[in-house]
């Protein structure tokens, strides 16, 4: 008699259970197959740096060899107009005062403020500047004599209409709050070439902060340390000086105390990396107390110099303070403040009154602060390029979102537009006189070589010598990095 046939015998018996079990085996062969692929064609492991508790600010090489040290941004708070600035429309003039066609829109316009009127003609006239000929309205007529200096990128995209995440997005790459600002990464990064000032300084507009305020230099979840620091030409650092009670012997003597204390805590507890950080920070803040001052002093500074940049010009108090902050931005970068945010604009005021936010009065109001902006910016981008220092900084000029071709209903102003507008950069590793990308024929849209704020940072990342793809740092359970999963670098504005 035959022996009886075991449990996994009888499954074979079972035509059911064999066919059952002979596709899933074929599937876990397939999904064992993709896995295998999958680890093959997979991306290079993150590269996160290897931070020095004691020296977390010391300089650290950058993943390929860069074509700038330094960043300069100019951020222009409130979304400055593209169509009435920088990106010329001639079928704008033509169309003035006619609707938007249902084949570009696609539906009936009503954006964040509301239905829209016509489309309106840019309110400056446009010229060809430079010897590139590049066109630019009269609104910025010093920044447009220095087109042969800029790479624009007319194809620029924001995922939101609302200032306060398009503002987030611009500054650190997610519209929601809690992520570290570009200057925070490219910090972390790299650290610091220069030991008595802070690595990343942000330099708020005279009128006071941007929507989201102190999120734009942030270091959300990144350590503390890289955070920026505010730091205005007539807003100096608080709490710098010594108390007068205090005499300049015992301040030493103070000073040397307390290390001599810290460095037996260190010892004792080398593992603490928290209070190494923390006395890093400190010992940090007490060069300050000296550089800052000396950098924030603008009175060294030529008669020729505070006049270029407009610095002496009584007439108009706040295009002073701000050509101060230029000056300073200047003053910074030669001593190798490697990260720089330069703020145009502030919203204490309200709407359109102290920012770009152009949404009933827009010719009124940007009357008023073009003027601000236009000679210090420029002034800042020559001088830099007359003291050698553009060679190896990169410039970016941006804005939240553009705004909108056409006039709101019954309003004489534009709403907003995060679906086509422009930046633009200049200097190291950039083309000069270039321009990438482009809206429809009404600047509503961009069509060609559409660009994300992913992509910005990743090319921003890439001339500092940074993989965007690999710079991360591992919290809640990922890998974050600058540009989330996104972004590809603009390989055609690099020189």
Same mark, same amino acid.
């Given at each position: ?6 449990? &996994? ?20 062969? &397939? ?45 222009? /708070? ?7 600035? !920088? ?96 200057? +925070? ?38 350590? &503390? ?96 303070? !701000? ?16 990260? %720089? ?21 827009? %010719?009124?109001?940007? /009357? ?38 056409? !006039?709101?209903?019954? +309003? ?29 024929? !009404? ?28 710079? /991360? ?18 390989? /055609?504005?690099? +020189?």
């Amino acid at each position: 008699m035959p022996p009886p046939l075991t449990p &996994a015998g009888m499954r074979f018996l079972d035509r059911r259970g064999f066919l059952r079990d002979t596709g899933s085996g074929l599937g876990g062969i &397939a999904l064992a197959s993709l896995f295998a692929a999958g680890r093959a064609g997979a991306a290079a492991p993150p590269i996160r740096p290897l931070i020095d508790p004691a020296r977390p600010m010391a300089p650290r090489p950058p993943h390929f060899p860069p074509r700038a040290t330094r960043v300069l941004v100019i951020f222009c /708070s409130g979304a400055l107009s593209h169509v009435d600035s !920088f990106d010329w429309k001639p079928e704008l003039v033509r169309r003035h005062d006619t609707p938007l066609p249902e084949s570009v829109s696609g539906e009936k316009l009503i954006t964040f403020q509301g239905e829209n009127g016509n489309l309106v003609q840019p309110q400056w006239k446009f010229r060809p500047r430079g010897q590139s000929g590049t066109m630019t309205s009269d609104l910025l007529p010093r920044l447009g004599a220095l087109a042969d200096e800029m790479c624009f990128i007319h194809s620029m995209t924001a995922k939101s209409n609302t200032h306060g995440p398009a503002e987030s997005q611009m500054a650190t790459g997610f519209t929601l709050d809690g992520f570290p600002s570009m200057g +925070a990464w490219a910090t972390y990064a790299l650290g610091s070439e220069c030991d008595d000032l802070p690595a990343l300084v942000a330099i708020p507009d005279p009128r006071g902060v941007p929507q989201i305020g102190p999120r734009q230099w942030a270091s959300g979840f990144l350590p &503390a340390v890289f955070q920026g620091t505010p730091l205005g030409a007539d807003r100096p650092i608080p709490n710098l000086a010594r108390p007068a009670t205090l005499g300049e012997q015992a301040d030493h003597e103070t000073r040397e105390f307390v290390r001599q204390l810290n460095d037996a805590h260190l010892a004792a507890h080398p593992g603490d990396t928290e209070l190494a950080a923390r006395i890093a920070a400190y010992e940090l803040a007490g060069r300050m107390q000296l550089s800052a001052p000396r950098i924030a002093d603008l009175s060294n500074e030529s008669a020729a110099t505070l006049t270029q940049y407009g610095a002496d010009d009584t007439a108009n108090p706040v295009k002073a303070r !701000f050509a101060r902050n230029c000056i300073l931005a200047r003053r910074l970068l030669e001593q190798g403040v490697r990260f %720089v945010q330069l703020f145009n604009g502030a919203y204490a005021m309200g709407e359109g009154v102290g920012n770009w936010d152009g949404h009933k009065t827009l %010719v009124d109001q940007y /009357s008023v602060h073009a003027p601000v902006l236009d000679q210090p910016a420029a002034a800042l981008l020559s001088d830099l390029k007359q003291r050698g220092l553009l060679s190896d900084t990169l410039v970016v000029f941006v804005t939240e979102f553009g705004r909108m071709p056409t !006039f709101q209903q019954g +309003a004489s102003g534009r709403d907003h537009n995060p679906a086509g507008f422009t930046v633009w950069l200049s200097g190291a590793g950039v083309k000069r006189a270039h321009h990438h990308g482009a809206t429809d024929e !009404f600047g509503y849209r961009a069509v060609e070589n559409v660009c994300t704020i992913y992509d910005l940072h990743a090319t921003i990342l890439h001339l500092l010598g940074l993989d965007h793809t690999r710079l /991360s740092f591992y919290h809640n359970g990922l890998e974050r990095r600058l540009t989330d999963v996104h972004g590809h670098v603009i390989d /055609s504005v690099l +020189a």
